[in-house]
């Protein structure tokens, strides 16, 4: 074998034009070097079965205060993370609004607000505390004067509440001691317009939970699509590029 | 029309992040495979081509446009597979498994090759790999960045700060360690197909 040198420039396309025909001249005297060209097209194609095994990859710089280059950090942000996020800012949101789902004979009915609750707070009663079948007299005598002593609590909130509440003061008898069924009504309205400011509130987070999710989401699809592209064409334009390289050679090597 | 790299980089050096990521999403399966072919582990591999955009991202107000920034890329890369390998103080590893995944193979596949044909090639390329893994650092390097990089002689002597005929050795011997070892290893090396003889 003469010049290793000029052998891999040639090998690798990087002969100068000018220099080129005088050295497959000289492949057409030399089979030495004629043999170690085969030799090295051959080890090249066998170099070309070894690929990197697929990895996910998508790094992306992300930026965790204002001020640029120092103060980034590394993640990985794909679509079921923010996701994820959604779900907890709904879990958030219903845990503020204090959603009940219930399913039943009136079919699903959805509600909001802290009202239920309170209720079986005031009354002060468990709501999962079991029922005895039958009590003893002095059982019976214990739990009546409980009974008692919690309704004269509930009384006694009740009259405080009645004062406490403010009405509008275009409402009728603003000035006179209102009636129990004025109070309630008034109170219903309260509840329900609170009710109806929760439920606008929560359908307003929810709207932009879904608009920030869809538009993540398509971004990060827009870019797999772009990096599959960029992929695609430079695999193809390597194999074109190797394969008409080696064509070239083995016709160089095979001619004589 | 996408932006070329050189736009990309003073866009990026101005403050835009988004154009760095662009580079990032350009860069990082070339960056992440000349690690992984220098250093043999998928997972160490993915942590060195983060590592290489952290720290271009973090050089980037350093870097003046002197070299290619996909030169700059490799260079740091080839920097943190030096480390890796000094920490590690063991010759890479060719990860190769035991079992053939045909629906792996099956999307790796390309138009007109065969089952048979994927299978020969998976066996193949583990055998490049255990293969490259027996050469010095120098050797494989300077290979897989002309083999599987396309640089150009100059461009790699310029990267491994080392003479042009240095480079064309280095090559040429590990040209010629690969094929010794593949033969080693039952693979007949013809032209139209490299494939492993069973013995």
């Not at chain 2, 890796?84 to 010759?91: D, H, L, S």
């Not at chain 2, 999307?107 to 790999?129: C, I, K, M, Q, Y």
């Amino acid at each position: 074998m003469c010049n290793h040198e000029r052998l891999l420039d040639y090998l690798y396309d990087e002969l100068p034009a000018s220099e080129r025909a005088a050295f497959e001249l000289h492949l057409e005297e030399c089979a030495d070097c004629r043999a170690e060209l085969s030799e090295l097209v051959g080890t090249r194609l066998a170099l070309s079965a070894w690929s990197p095994p697929d990895s996910d990859l998508g790094f992306t710089i992300v930026r965790n205060r204002p001020s640029p280059a120092q103060r980034s950090f590394w993640t990985f942000r794909p679509a079921w993370a923010f996701a994820a996020a959604a779900i907890l800012v709904l879990a958030v949101a219903a845990a503020i609004s204090n959603i009940e789902l219930r399913y039943g004979n009136d079919g699903l009915v959805v509600r909001t607000g802290w009202n239920r609750l309170s209720e079986a707070q005031v009354a002060g009663v468990p709501t999962t505390a079991p029922v005895p079948v039958s009590f003893t007299s002095e059982e019976w005598a214990n739990r009546l004067r409980l009974l008692d002593e919690r309704l004269q609590q509930v009384e006694q909130r009740d009259r405080s509440v009645k004062a406490a509440i403010v009405l509008p003061e275009s409402a009728p008898g603003n000035s006179a001691r209102m009636s129990d069924a004025e109070l309630l009504r008034t109170v219903r309205k309260i509840i329900a317009d609170s009710e109806t400011r929760q439920q606008r509130e929560l359908a307003m987070r929810l709207t932009q939970v879904v608009r920030d999710f869809d538009a993540t989401r398509a971004g990060d699809l827009a870019r797999v699509e772009q990096g599959l592209r960029q992929i695609q064409g430079l695999t193809d334009a390597e194999l074109i590029r190797h394969r008409d390289t080696l064509n070239h050679l083995w016709r160089v090597t095979q001619q004589k | 029309m996408a932006s070329t790299d050189e736009e990309l980089v003073a866009r990026s050096r101005g403050g835009d992040l988004d154009s760095f990521n662009q580079l990032v999403l350009r860069w990082e399966r070339p960056i992440y495979a000349l690690a992984y072919r220098v250093i043999g582990r998928e997972e160490d591999a993915r942590d060195v081509a983060q590592e290489t955009f952290l720290r271009a991202f973090r050089a980037l107000a350093g870097f003046k446009g002197q070299a290619k920034f996909s030169s700059w890329l490799y260079r740091i890369t080839l920097n943190l597979c030096r480390d890796w390998i000094r920490r590690e103080r063991r010759a890479p590893v060719a990860q190769a498994p035991e079992g053939v995944d045909l629906l792996e193979l099956a999307s790796s596949a390309e138009p007109t090759e065969t089952v048979e044909d994927l299978v020969s090639r998976r066996e193949l390329g583990r055998a490049v790999a255990k293969a490259m893994s027996t050469l010095p650092d120098e050797q494989r390097t300077a290979i897989v960045l002309k083999e599987y990089h396309g640089l150009t002689f100059q461009e790699i002597a310029d990267l491994l700060d080392c003479p042009l005929s240095t480079v064309k050795t280095r090559l040429y011997q590990g040209l010629t360690v690969l094929r010794r070892e593949l033969e080693l290893a039952g693979v007949e090396s013809t032209f139209g197909s490299a494939t492993r003889k069973d013995h």
